[in-house]
């Protein structure tokens, strides 16, 4: 599993012009499940989220994980984290997990995140989506299972 995690004041994800989600403080996670990927790594990518030490503290130090600051939780599916640019210039998508097994996998890893966040948007799997957000920082953080 790949995730592009932003650290955000505010996002939400719009579908055929509706607000299917939003959030205010918290973690915009772009969520991208590749062909191999299981509840495993799911939970792996979870546990490092959940307690990674991306806000900050009275002193303005990247102290403080999720729950220390209430922070709520967006995620939206993104298959095209899976991109090989490698060849050509048209991005292939074949290492992206099968719809259904990705999209079973992105309903159990959002509902990992609703066991210990309080308050969860997500878009919706397959759909065209819109998403904003008031970046917090800026602070972006790539991670993929494999190298977790």
């Known amino acids: 599993m790949r995730a592009v995690?932003?650290?955000v004041n505010s996002a939400s994800v719009t579908i055929d012009g509706e607000v299917a989600g939003k959030i205010g403080r918290g973690y915009l996670v772009l969520l991208g499940v590749g062909q191999a990927d299981t509840e495993l790594e799911a939970d792996k990518l979870w546990g490092k989220l959940r307690g990674l030490r991306i806000n900050d503290d009275a002193n303005g130090k990247t102290n403080l994980a999720l729950a220390d600051v209430d922070g709520e939780v967006l995620v939206v599916s993104q298959?095209?984290?899976y991109?090989?640019?490698r060849r050509g210039r048209r991005p292939s998508f074949t290492a992206a997990g099968a719809p259904d097994m990705a999209n079973a996998l992105y309903e159990y890893f959002v509902s990992l995140v609703r066991?210990?966040?309080?308050?969860?948007?997500?878009g919706r799997f397959g759909a065209d989506m819109q998403v904003a957000l008031v970046n917090d920082g800026p602070f972006t953080i790539v991670l993929d299972t494999d190298e977790l």
């Not at 066991?115 to 997500?122: C, L, M, N, S």
């Open 115 to 122: 066991e210990d966040v309080p308050h969860v948007a997500t």
């Open 5 to 7: 995690v932003q650290r």
């Open 83 to 85: 991109a090989d640019c």
């Open 79 to 81: 298959f095209t984290l």
